[in-house]
């Protein structure tokens, strides 16, 4: 493949990782945990231009009220063959305000993963970033059949 005629890496806007943010409900929240990084699936709903997401008491909780953290979504695009990724970086607080958490239930904020789930946080944004580009086709790494990009050729 010739280097030169390769798609552009595309930087996205803030409000194009706004909408992306707004059209998903999981993502990777990025926490540091005893001096190294960790990752946790957390479900999510987009607020007043912050993520708020409820968790239990645990490392999740204590490691997201102590330092930054970060929270990262993607997806693709099947009819155009392009992926895309964004990244929130910013620092979390507890909700402890009754109208602030109502107002976070309103918005369906219920957690998939059973157990106790009562401390909602929220994730206010010091930087969003985002990059979407065409993936490499399919056929050239051999991909598999349940690959979404698969979906191109069929």
């Not at 005629?5 to 943010?21: K, M, N, V, W, Y």
């Not at 479900?43 to 645990?58: K, Q």
């Not at 964004?86 to 309103?106: P, S």
């Not at 106790?116 to 086709?137: E, I, M, N, P, Q």
């Amino acid at each position: 493949m010739n280097p030169q005629s390769a798609d552009p890496i595309e930087r996205l806007t803030p409000e194009e990782c706004f909408e992306l943010l707004g059209q998903t409900t999981v993502g990777r929240l990025a926490l540091i945990v005893e001096n190294h990084p960790d990752i946790f699936p957390v479900n999510y709903v987009l607020d007043e231009g912050s993520i708020v997401f409820r968790t239990g008491i645990g490392t999740k909780f204590w490691s997201s009220m102590r330092d930054p953290c970060a929270l990262e979504i993607d997806g693709f695009n099947a009819g155009s063959g392009k992926a895309w990724s964004v990244v929130v970086r910013g620092q979390a607080r507890l909700i402890v305000d009754q109208q602030e958490k109502a107002a976070a239930d309103a918005l369906h904020l219920d957690p998939w993963q059973p157990g106790s789930k009562r401390h909602y946080l929220r994730l206010s944004f010091d930087a969003v970033t985002g990059r979407r580009f065409k993936t490499t086709r399919p056929d050239v790494w051999t991909t598999p059949v349940w690959d979404p990009r698969s979906e191109l050729f069929h």
